[in-house]
């Protein structure tokens, strides 16, 4: 069992960053690639970035593509995800997913923090 808790997000302008982290628990971290999903108001869930159990190899969603990094530690049990030049239509919620398989989620969801972006 692998519990997930989301922090660091907020309201930012139009061009700014906002770093996401992912806290979990549970020993077996590090047996699970990560993702980022989000869901914005009216629309469905969407996967954002998948970052694989070492942390070698990642992959994004166009729409996020060169603006935004996944990382981890897995000494710390957390997951990253740096924004950058964020845009009024990253306004989400965003959720830490455990368990990702290609843009799948995993069984594992935190309660997701807010990401609002204003133009």
């Known amino acids: 069992q692998v519990q997930l808790v989301e922090s660091g997000g907020g309201l930012v302008q139009a061009g700014g960053s906002l770093r996401l982290s992912c806290a979990a628990s549970?020993?077996?971290?590090?047996?699970?690639?990560m993702g980022w999903f989000r869901q914005a108001p009216g629309k469905e869930r969407e996967f954002v970035a998948r970052?694989?159990?070492?942390?070698?190899?990642?992959s994004y969603a166009d729409s996020v593509k060169g603006r935004f990094t996944i990382s981890r530690d897995n000494a710390k049990t957390t997951v990253y995800l740096q924004m950058n030049n964020l845009k009024p239509e990253d306004t989400a919620v965003y959720y830490c997913?455990?368990?990702?398989?290609?843009?799948?989620?995993?069984?594992?969801w935190g309660r997701g923090t807010q990401v609002t972006v204003s133009s």
């Open positions: 549970g020993r077996t971290f590090s047996s699970f690639a």
């Open positions: 970052i694989s159990r070492s942390g070698a190899i990642t």
């Open positions: 997913n455990g368990g990702v398989v290609g843009q799948d989620p995993g069984d594992y």
